[in-house]
Nanobody
Framework: QVQLVESGGGLVQAGGSLRLSCAAS????????MGWFRQAPGKEREFVAA????????RYTDSVKGRFTISRDNAKNTVYLQMNSLEPEDTAVYYC???????????????????WGQGTQVTVSS
């Protein structure tokens, strides 16, 4: 069983920055890709970013490219999401996700992920 605990959310003004963290336990962290998703009120959960097992490969949704950076520290069993130039449209609950090795499909799809954190709220004021 994997446990994921997010932190770092909060209220920030447009143009500001936040760094989200997700601490993982229960499996060999470095053996699995990780992702971040978000869900705004009244909307479906959407992919934000993903990172490969060793951190060499990353992927982003178009709306955050150039503003957000996903990274990981396998020694600390933690994945991060650095969010810069935040916009009100980034307001959402952000979820950390642990990918499955065996489920088919793209890392941009939620069904590729086996475990999820509880989420952390990010609110960007205009």
């Amino acid at each position: 069983q994997v446990q994921l605990v997010e932190s770092g959310g909060g209220l920030v003004q447009a143009g500001g920055s936040l760094r989200l963290s997700c601490a993982a336990s229960g499996r060999t962290f470095s053996s699995y890709a990780m992702g971040w998703f978000r869900q705004a009120p009244g909307k479906e959960r959407e992919f934000v970013a993903a990172i490969s097992r060793n951190g060499a490969g990353t992927r982003y949704t178009d709306s955050v490219k150039g503003r957000f950076t996903i990274s990981r520290d396998n020694a600390k069993n933690t994945v991060y999401l650095q969010m810069n130039s935040l916009e009100p449209e980034d307001t959402a609950v952000y979820y950390c996700a642990h990918a499955s090795r065996y489920r088919p499909g793209s890392y941009a799809l939620s069904n590729k992920y086996e475990y999820w954190g509880q989420g952390t709220q990010v609110t960007v004021s205009s």
